[in-house]
Every structure is written in structure tokens, then in C-alpha cells.
């Protein structure tokens, strides 16, 4: 096995340094400036890429080698082990659910590529060519030339799923009577995996700026817009396997099991969020009402899942007594949809939740447009609401339901906060600068980035209606000014037509 010295001398940055075990390491990083240490973690982190991709390799050749018709003489069974993920979780010491991530990336490394045409990826300098074949390729390539991780990789892949199958009995795209030929499927088929290969490639080209959570959120929304009845398919198969049972444990106390459908689960984060915001890093300025319930939640002795239980008891409390006041006080809690309706008056075949960007069948839209009604919001192709003018220092109601529609959650880069925990920030300082309470010369900032944005040397620009700039002055030990785009969410891209993927509906996929 190799030495931490000989570990160490494949890191850049630590080849100057004598590096003889751990301890060594520690002191002699403690002593860098804070460019050095920067550097030294982006180096290790493309080293472990790689060390990565040998080990999803072996356990590729290990599922593959422990496949169901291999019987007990599998390489996994032969060595007492049912699977090939708890074989590798056992070679590797690592979780039940990293040891099956292992093996799914592994085995579709591994998977036969020659009976099937691949599709052309970046590396190949033909990004735009997604010809019939395995519609991943492009993230095998992305893997294989470190430009994905192994948690960036399935996390895409599980979010688009795969392209629906088309059936001999398929119908024409045309409405005939008449089925489809052979050719017609085959052509169909060719479509359908463009479509998906076409996804893959944009989504390896968001993995730097974007986090394995929200890449996964992206896939399954593109694959919802891609095949909305497929989406239509797969919201009530989860909504019948909605349940909830109680059972007592070995110490003869009552637990529950929940499993939610989509909009079961928006409800719930959404009651929590409405009443935990201030122990959850929700937004500070709330009404004086409110003040004195945040401070009292804030400095409550109880963990936030004490605090949760005893939530959800006064959730069925006071829906028997019909009073959500008491529990909620005057920050009541919902779940809003945001559903795009072009200039013609078409609505998407999906819609999302404000808070969290879930992808939701448009059915579910209209239903709850007959239930509670809506709020137009007019904005462009990227989603940018009508500015409102100076007329007060604070971003009105409206404003703030724009925002959230426009950038769905924190901008920071890497920030998961949704809308609702989030602030309304003055790029312009209302003082300094004479800002505007316009819609294009603010954006939403959770709490804590809010904070940092005030009491860091950070600002944020925008040119026009071009995306926002996050700026940072550093000190002289972590090297020069650094910039980063605000993006939107990937989800968002989509929604706003700013990302050209093929429409055609296909069969409903589950």
C-alpha cells in the first residue's frame, strides 16, 4: 500500500513541503496561506476523482460478475454476500446507500456499448450530435474525463430516468387510426433518445455550478417536460403508494411510518417551514407580531425534532378545533404552484412548487386553480418580472411571490434555502446609492448569505437583465478578487423556454 508521503507527492501544491505522515501534513497546512490550502483541496478532490473512477470500475466488474444467472457462483455469492452492493459495502467500508451508487455507476460504466450507436460527447468536440444510441454516453464520458463525479453522475441519470419505450401498438404522432410501422417506431425511438441525450449533455455542462441535490431535482423536471403523460404516470403510481401505519418498537413505544405522495410532501415541508423558519434560518424581518414568537421559538429548549412533533399534534389539534391561527399565527402555511401560460394563452404540461422547484403534473395546477385561485405574474423568456419603481423602501407581497418565481430559492452559489426562507435584497443600497425597489435590482438571499453579503466584502452587480455577480474582495493571503455568477436554478432554466430541448410527447413511461 502506498505511503501518505507517496499519497502526498501526487498533490501539487504539497510537493514543496516534507511530508513524511498525517501529523507533518497537519502542521506544515496550518502554516499555508489560504490560496495554498484552496489549492491543495481542489487538488485532492481531482485526485480522488480519479482514484474513484478505478473503484467504480471494479465494482462495475463485480455486479457484472455477480449477476443473478451466475447462481451462487457468482464472485459476490461465492464469498458469502447476496449482493454485489453489499460485497462492495463490505470491501470498502462504505454506507448501503454509497455501495449500491457504486455498483449502478459501475455497471453502467460497464454496460455493452457495441450493440448500440453511442452518441457524440463534448470531448468529442460534437456536443450538439445526439444521434441513436445509449443516451448517457455523454455522462460516461463526462466520468471518465473528470468532468463528473460519481454522486453527479447518478444523480443525473436517476433524474431523467430512462427515454419511454414506444409499444408496437403506438399510435402515429399525427393522431391516425393507424399504428405505427417499424420504421415509425425506430424513428420515434431515435427521437426519444436524442432528447434524453441532449438533456445529459446540458446537465454535465451545470455540474460545476450546481449541487448533486439540484441536479437531480433538474433531471426529473427536464424528463417531466419531456414526457409529461409519462408524468401524469409516474404522480399518481407515487400518490397510490401514499400510506401512513403505526407500530410500537421493542420498548412498547407507538412510531409512525409516512410515506407522502408529491404534493403530501410539499404540504408537510411547508407546514414546517411556516412554523420552524426561525429556528431553520428563515428571514428576519418579519412583522412585530411575529418578532416576539421568533425569539421565544429561537431560544426554545426543545430539538427541531421535538419541536416538529409537537408541531404536527397541534396541526390535528387544530383541525379539530378549525383554529390554524393559534399554531400558525399570522404566517399561515401553503403550498404555491407557479404553472407558465405563454402569450396564446397554452399552459406547460407541468407545473413546480414555488419553494424547492418540485415538478408537478399540470392537473394538479388546475386543481388547486378551482380551489384557491391565482396570481399572474407577467415576465420574459428568463423569467424577469415588470419593475414597480421607488415608490418604497421595502419589496411589496407581489413583488416578493415575482422574486420567488423568478429565482425559486437563495441565489449563493451552492445555497439550497428555498423561496420562503429567503430575504429580498437591494443590490442598490437604498441610501448610498439611491436603489430602486425594482424587481430586476433585487434578488433573494436566505438569511444567513444575507448577513454575509452586509458584513463581508462581498457586493453583488447586474448589467441590465443579464444574470447576477456575486464579488469578493480577499485578503492578500487567499490571493486575488474572485467573481461568480448568480445563476438561476437549472429547473427554472427550463421553465422559461431559456434551454431548447425537443417537446414531443411520448408514451406515458413510469
Known amino acids: 500500500m502506498a505511503t501518505f508521503t507517496d499519497v502526498a507527492a501526487l498533490i501539487p501544491t504539497l510537493c514543496g513541503h516534507q511530508i513524511d505522515d498525517a501529523e507533518v501534513a497537519q502542521a506544515s497546512m496550518m502554516l499555508m496561506a489560504d490560496a495554498d490550502v484552496v489549492k491543495v483541496l481542489a487538488e485532492t478532490a481531482a485526485l480522488t476523482k480519479q482514484v474513484e473512477q478505478i473503484q467504480l470500475l471494479a465494482a462495475g466488474v463485480v455486479a457484472v460478475r455477480s449477476r443473478r444467472d451466475r447462481g451462487h457462483s457468482g464472485l459476490s455469492q461465492s464469498r458469502g454476500h447476496r449482493s454485489a452492493a453489499s460485497f462492495v459495502q463490505n470491501a470498502t467500508g462504505s454506507t448501503k446507500a454509497e455501495a449500491n451508487r457504486k455498483v449502478r455507476v459501475g455497471e453502467a460504466l460497464l454496460d455493452d456499448e457495441s450493440a448500440r450507436p453511442k452518441v457524440e460527447s463534448p470531448q468529442d468536440g460534437?456536443?450538439?450530435d445526439t444521434s441513436f444510441g445509449p443516451w448517457y454516453q455523454p455522462l460516461r464520458d463526462a466520468l471518465r474525463h473528470g468532468g463528473l463525479s460519481a454522486a453527479q453522475f447518478d444523480a443525473i441519470r436517476r433524474g431523467l430516468g430512462d427515454p419511454p419505450e414506444i409499444e408496437a401498438d403506438e399510435v402515429a404522432a399525427d393522431g391516425a387510426d393507424a399504428v405505427m410501422d417499424a420504421d415509425e417506431r425506430a424513428a420515434a425511438r431515435e427521437e426519444a433518445h436524442a432528447a434524453w441525450a441532449q438533456a445529459a449533455l446540458h446537465l454535465v455542462s451545470e455540474a460545476a455550478e450546481r449541487t448533486v441535490e439540484e441536479l437531480w431535482q433538474a433531471g426529473r423536471t427536464i424528463r417531466d417536460l419531456l414526457d409529461p403523460e409519462g408524468a401524469e404516470a409516474r404522480f399518481l403510481d407515487r400518490f397510490e403508494k401514499r400510506s401512513f401505519r403505526t407500530y410500537r418498537g421493542a420498548d412498547g413505544q407507538k412510531r409512525a411510518s409516512w410515506i407522502f405522495d408529491d404534493e403530501g410532501d410539499l404540504f408537510i415541508e411547508t407546514l414546517q417551514a411556516a412554523a420552524l423558519r426561525p429556528r431553520r434560518g428563515g428571514p428576519r424581518f418579519v412583522d412585530a407580531d411575529e418578532k416576539e414568537q421568533a425569539a421565544s421559538l429561537a431560544d426554545d429548549p426543545r430539538t427541531n425534532?421535538?419541536?416538529?412533533?409537537?408541531?404536527?399534534?397541534?396541526?390535528l389539534r387544530a383541525g379539530m378545533l378549525a383554529d390554524t391561527e393559534a399554531v400558525f399565527g399570522t404566517r399561515q402555511a401553503g403550498v404555491r404552484l407557479v404553472q407558465v401560460v405563454d402569450a396564446e394563452g397554452n399552459r406547460a404540461p407541468v407545473a413546480h412548487s414555488e419553494d424547492h422547484l418540485v415538478s408537478l403534473?399540470?392537473?394538479v395546477a388546475d386543481q388547486r386553480i378551482c380551489e384557491s385561485g391565482f396570481v399572474p405574474v407577467t415576465v420574459d423568456s428568463h423569467g424577469n418580472p415588470l419593475n414597480v419603481g421607488r415608490e418604497q423602501r421595502l419589496f411589496t407581497p407581489k413583488q416578493r411571490i415575482a422574486l420567488a418565481?423568478?429565482?425559486?430559492?437563495?441565489?449563493?452559489?451552492?445555497?439550497d434555502r428555498p423561496a420562503s426562507y429567503c430575504e429580498a435584497h437591494h443590490i442598490d443600497e437604498w441610501d448610498r446609492d439611491q436603489g430602486r425597489t425594482d424587481i430586476d435590482r433585487g434578488i433573494l438571499l436566505c438569511r444567513y448569505h444575507h448577513m454575509t453579503l452586509h458584513h463581508g466584502e462581498w457586493n453583488i452587480t447586474r448589467r441590465g437583465k443579464d444574470d447576477f455577480k456575486l464579488h469578493h474582495g480577499l485578503g492578500e493571503s487567499s490571493g486575488p478578487a474572485e467573481t461568480f455568477e448568480m445563476r438561476p436554478r437549472t429547473v427554472l432554466t427550463y421553465a422559461w423556454g431559456g434551454i431548447d430541448l425537443p417537446a414531443k410527447r411520448f408514451r406515458p413511461a413510469t
Open 361 to 363: 403534473p399540470g392537473s
Open 305 to 315: 425534532d421535538q419541536l416538529a412533533y409537537d408541531l404536527m399534534m397541534d396541526v
Open 405 to 415: 418565481i423568478r429565482d425559486g430559492g437563495c441565489r449563493w452559489r451552492g445555497c
Open 126 to 128: 460534437n456536443a450538439g
